[in-house]
């Protein structure tokens, strides 16, 4: 059974560094395609940052671009999302999903298919 489990998140004060996982089991991690989504109150579920499978190259969202690091513990099959200089605007619920299938629009959520529950990012003074 394939299975995506976040945690880490929590409350953070503006500035402040938060370190997400994403656990993995019924499948081997750095094979497949990663990202990392978020959703807002009102608003789309965007694309953080992803690591396609085609190449293995990373993308990053504009807006998290310098902040946010996403790597992979091939050890215990968990992916990390390190976020540093929060801003409130990254309040949201983070996923992290997958596919099993080989992605090339890593940052599209329709392209996956396995999703975590999500972990709450609240960023507030």
């Known amino acids: 059974q394939v299975q995506l489990v976040e945690s880490g998140g929590g409350l953070v004060q503006p500035g402040g560094s938060l370190r997400l996982s994403c656990a993995a089991s019924g499948f081997t991690l750095a094979y497949y395609a990663i990202g990392w989504f978020r959703q807002a109150p009102g608003k789309e579920r965007e694309g953080v940052v992803c690591?396609?499978?085609?190449?293995?190259?990373?993308y990053y969202t504009d807006s998290v671009k310098g902040r946010f690091t996403i790597f992979r513990d091939k050890v215990n099959n968990t992916v990390y999302l390190q976020m540093d200089s929060l801003k409130p605007e990254d309040t949201a619920v983070y996923y992290c999903?997958?596919?099993?299938?080989?992605?090339?629009?890593?940052?599209?959520?329709?392209?996956?298919?396995?999703w975590g529950q999500g972990t709450q990012v609240t960023v507030s003074s």
């Open positions: 690591i396609r499978s085609s190449d293995g190259r990373t």
């Open positions: 999903a997958t596919d099993l299938s080989p992605i090339v629009r890593c940052m599209i959520s329709a392209e996956y298919t396995y």
